[in-house]
């Protein structure tokens, strides 16, 4: 499951009773607050005592199968072989059916809801898929079904405790998933990228769904300053090569260390700066395309308004205002 | 210590050197931004290496006794066999003892502030319990003492390390314990249920005091409707048995996976949408009930005031309201 | 690298194939949202399967190397010898070196931004010190590089794994590292302390830079009561040897589990009842001085202005908020 990684270590040190490796990396939508995540754990070590758990996140926005399947894409390339359990709930009366999906080196629990499909792609795509239909291998419940508790959570601790993977339901068509559906970028005739925010992280980066030879193929060079239009906003940022070569203040784009485009500001929050959030489009102009403020785009700024002040001087102005 | 869960694993898998099984669970109302957890269990750690914790949950409100007593007795039946370490600090000046609670199949160490008594008597009750006041079992402080980190930690790493738990300080009688206190219903005579809410979930979900079974005996059946007055609103919610039941932003009451019935919203945050917190009085009244709503009960509405409309019409069509 | 707990335990009971003990403690301001700590574990336990974490805290403050500084440095005498990893991002363009430093039972590794150094010298001092520049130990980044990830991880890993500290990188001069820079106490000729807030725990407790010996070099005995100058606000507050000396909703100051004096009030937060935060100056007079407030030092009260009372009354009113 870690195909880039140096030196993959052998995972079965601990003598374990399967050959799947004895790690169940955990992501979910349950927070922490309450005691859901440690009642998951703690019904896998009842099955399986030898376990290790890797929490991914369990601060997925409650419902929202979206992120935690990019969160999940971003992660699992690191991940330790063995199993993945993923859990971003669909939500009262929409229940999925929970699938185990084998990959190369171990096993995908979750939803059938697109959650796990961008990671299991990732990894090489599904050599077989199992409905998680045999109540033998799961929990009763007192009332209704806890899927991750009394469904998910036995499946894991059956599988690394030995059990295969076909005695815990049904096979399914690994083509009769749910697909995962990730944002794709438009490109216009012009060279803009209409692209929008993935991700932004704790540190208020806005990781873009724009690869960087998107702007290699537009000649742009690590210097140039390119356009951004960030919701109704219009900022200017420096393509740069490092984070190194930022200027203090200063607004760029740099590649992430996941291989994307992400606005970052110097210590301080980029999304909170330019107002922006998951899902804010964001238009990527070119140094060399004429003018991107045409007539009738007058930017509508999201400061006071600026009184007698000609409406034409705007655009100039918010160009020069990479840096807060 | 998990009565209910099928084939209860061997948990000796580490060649331990007691007979309690090498995993401690772990709640507080320590938070996570600070450093308590984690000291915790490094002095468990330096005590007992081979231990393996799992985290209930950090984030009882400070000083929460109800609320983590609450949280610990939904999780324990699902706990593996060992240890229980539950801290809620019962604040300044009013220090209560640290206890060890011997039970069927592990040991709960805590104050002695009514926080683990629902979670013992669910295990069967107390054999033994010991005061935590052999000096030679804790740690010197610094200053003043962090009852967690001085006392109970280390009560928990020395009996995982063998240390029998009659040397951790002075025999108590399991009678002298402070009891838990948790909220009954009052059932009225004309079939009302006077309830309230336990607990509000990361999901919004509230989980009322009360067992479906007082539904049963009130003939009340799958797809009825029930009358909710939850502070000072009246709203009608349909009791389903499964969430699968639910329409599209219907109200619904459903046996939750603990077996209480809780109120519920489909992907919405039903405490918000009700603006119900834990303890906030809830009252079901059967559909067979002569109007809830008699004189002198008029609604007061959270909403703006609806002008010239007669008051006598507005239960009507409160009723009408299950769907936002 | 626990100097004072009592019977350290043997910590090589997993047949580790290093000397180093296989622990982690873990330190970071990653946040718990995002999938940061989980892919920097699952990066070591790919190269060192049989390590085990100690989470100290991922909340500390974006950017915060004082506070993470002074959280380690609060937790490192309690957590288990082996590795430390402290991560406090110095933000864009500001790249500080890793290193990995060498103590007496272990290795602390992180930023060279004084994040590490006040815990170093509570270890007793660094014996040898490596810049983490042997990109052989490193993991190629897709994009920029991610230091805790693909840096400082792959460094613990390698360690855990047996490679010894000197392939890691080139040798440094302890001498050299980024001092941490920790606010000492003014003290006044006239015997007050000028200090300030050091740490605001969960609880609202306030832990200041000021020792409880200064206070019985000034023959402050306990229950006599201090003058607190916090902000502009002036309080007073008796000096509690136990916090069960403390009266109910009494501001007290007592000699915290970490040894140094801290405000507290009971079951409240007194850092929501004071407005005080970390940073927040406290200056502490003592009962014996004459009156603290000599003229030109009428205080500038936090509520809303009083009117026609005679400014000369405020500081006697003052004096006897202790209380709210």
Known sequence: MAPRRPEPAATDTFGAVTELAPFVSFLSDYGTRDEFVGVCKAVM????????????????????????????????QYLPSGIVLAVVDPGVGTERRAIA????????????NGLLAPSVAMLGGASRVFALDNAEYQLPAPGGTFAGRDVMAPAAGHLAAGVPIEELGSEADPNSLVPGLLPLPQEGDDGR??????????????QLNIDPDMFIARAIAPGDGVELHI?????????????????????????????????????RSAAEYLNAAIGTPVVVVPPDLPGALAAGEVPVRLGPPEGSRPAESRPERNREEGSP
Not at 199 to 206: E, I, L, M, P
């Open 45 to 76: 070590l009842e099955l399986a005592p030898h376990l290790q758990f890797v929490d991914i996140t369990h601060e997925v926005a409650p419902f929202d199968v979206r992120g935690g399947a990019l969160t999940l894409v971003r992660a699992i």
């Open 231 to 267: 919701g109704a906003e219009i900022r200017r940022a420096r393509w740069v090569d490092t984070y190194a070569s930022a200027r203090p203040a200063e607004l760029v784009l740099v590649t992430d260390s996941y291989g994307l485009v992400s606005i970052a500001l110097d210590r």
């Open 101 to 112: 999906v084998e990959v190369e080196n171990g096993v995908l629990i979750g939803p059938d």
């Open 193 to 206: 990228i209409d692209g929008e925010v993935l991700w932004v992280d704790r540190f208020g980066n806005c």
